[in-house]
């Protein structure tokens, strides 16, 4: 099998005609006080093609990307009376040896400034934390004056009616309970200054009992002298905030030999992803970090099986195994729980410290597993990796429908306001995603030392760091 992927990935370099894409062009925007309507030329297009719309301050990085696949995207929860850059690209695939793609070069940015608000006119910020399952919490960008009074009034997105009004008083927040689960509500208000002056609508969505939420991260590898975002998630791992920071710090360590890497990590994106998953048991974690199209995850090798601690004995049975290098080494798994892993997020534990790898063969086929690494009770857990099968994402900004594709695959309005995919998909994530650099985490307080031989304390330390460093220009909180 090693040996096929192997010639399957020297024929995949193979170049192949193909047109180049050309960037999107004809960038408009239509403001409101909190989002912007984008609208493009978006060209010849077929089922492959995907857009991506970048966003920063006026001047400043990209801190936030949204995927669409059509040539229109709306763009939530931005400050009012503010300049944002944008800047499109465009991915087109053609059929080679196999399916690729291939990005643009991004358009020129784009000037656009949302809104500013009236006198009196009100601000809703995006939720930030989770409500209670049948409830959603608003909060305003300013505290009430005294005595003044507010009208709130919510309807499920998609409609056009808006319900009945409740009236708060003096605070800076309320909760509205007694809704239904699972649903996208719009929320406005208005203040007794000026009664007939709405806020833009804000979006809030109840909590969904059959639906999960995650915060994973991503850091782009290979960052060199033009560093692009990771643009996907499907076949390829993530990790939530703990065992990401490892790879990060790996990346960031100061090093003679290696000063390129150290440039490149200063410009390069660290993603976060909002995904949803059906609230089912986590499949396990197979390795998925090959070309994304070619749609090959493998059974979990041996360097991620000891990082994880896991049972690495299927990896040894055969002779052949043993002369083949830790990373590369393959193992076997059980054919039910591989065909759950192929169509569900897989999970494993991280530990540290990692593994001491080498280079050294006679040292790899010695009967030492894993190099010797600590058992699990004896290290310092540091969160999860995970798997995300291809053939189980919903459509970008959709919702896995909690029936594991009882819905005939048609897309169906669970209760108002919520549309969920009935396809057999089990995850998605969220059309938009956040972006810091490098250089904001080392700002944030980064500490780049070893990370082969990371501890708890700088463990801790670093998460942190990558928690602030988001909270700058972070919106709503994943599935609010």
Not at 181 to 192: L, M, Q
Not at 357 to 383: H, L, R, V, Y
Not at 430 to 436: A, L, T
């Amino acid at each position: 099998m090693q040996l096929l992927l192997a010639l399957s990935g020297v024929v995949s370099k193979i170049p192949i005609p193909h047109p180049t894409p050309t960037p999107p062009a004809g960038t408009h925007c239509a403001a409101r006080t909190n989002s912007l309507d984008v609208s493009w030329s978006g060209g010849a297009r077929d089922s492959n093609t995907l857009y991506e719309v970048q966003v920063g301050l006026d001047g400043h990085p990209t801190f936030m990307t949204l995927t669409s696949e059509t040539p229109a995207v709306t763009v939530e929860d931005l400050w009012p009376n503010t300049t944002y850059s944008v800047a499109l690209r465009k991915r087109a695939c053609y059929f080679g040896i196999r399916l690729t793609c291939e990005w643009s070069e991004l358009s020129e940015p784009t000037g656009c400034a949302t809104s500013s608000l009236a006198r009196h006119q009100l601000h809703i910020l995006p939720p930030k934390f989770r409500a209670p399952l049948f409830s959603i919490i608003i909060n305003f960008a300013v505290a009430l004056l005294e005595g003044v009074t507010v009208e709130l009034q919510l309807r499920p997105r998609g409609s056009s009616s808006w319900g009945q009004p409740y009236t708060i008083h003096n605070i800076s927040n309320a909760t509205i309970g007694h809704l239904r689960p699972g649903t996208a509500y719009e929320v406005r208000a208005s203040s007794s200054l000026a009664p007939s002056l709405w806020s833009d609508p804000v979006v809030h969505r109840t909590h969904d009992a059959d639906v999960e939420t995650l915060d994973l991260f991503r850091i782009a590898e290979g960052c060199g002298e033009h560093c692009v975002a990771p643009d996907y998630l499907y076949n390829h791992d993530a990790g939530d905030v703990a065992s990401d920071i490892w790879f990060i710090t790996n990346m960031a360590k100061p090093s003679p030999v290696s000063q390129a890497l150290s440039i490149a990590f200063n410009d390069s994106y660290i993603a976060k992803y909002c995904v949803h998953r059906e609230a089912v048991p986590f499949a396990d974690y197979v390795s998925c970090n090959g070309q994304p199209e070619s749609q090959i995850c493998t059974c979990a090798v041996y360097m991620d099986r000891c990082i994880g601690r896991r049972d690495v004995s299927s990896c040894n049975e055969k002779w052949w195994q043993r002369i083949i290098p830790d990373v590369l080494r393959p193992c076997e798994c059980d054919a039910d729980a591989s065909a759950y892993s192929a169509s569900h997020i897989g999970r494993q534990d991280v530990y540290l410290p990692m593994p001491a790898w080498t280079n050294d063969t006679a040292k790899q086929i010695a009967d030492i597993d894993c190099m010797g690494a600590s058992p699990a009770n004896e290290s310092t857990f540091a969160g999860h990796w995970y798997s995300l099968p291809r053939a189980a994402e919903c459509p970008i900004g959709t919702l896995p429908d909690g029936k594991n594709g009882k819905a005939a695959g048609k897309l169906v309005e669970a209760a108002e306001g919520a549309v969920k995919l009935g396809s057999g998909c089990t995850w998605s994530r969220r059309q938009w995603q956040h972006f810091i650099r490098g250089k904001d985490l080392i700002a944030a307080g980064l500490n780049t030392s070893d990370a082969m031989r990371m501890d708890a304390a700088q463990l801790k330390q670093n998460e942190e760091a990558m928690v602030q460093a988001f909270a700058l220009h972070e919106g709503r909180c994943c599935g609010c």
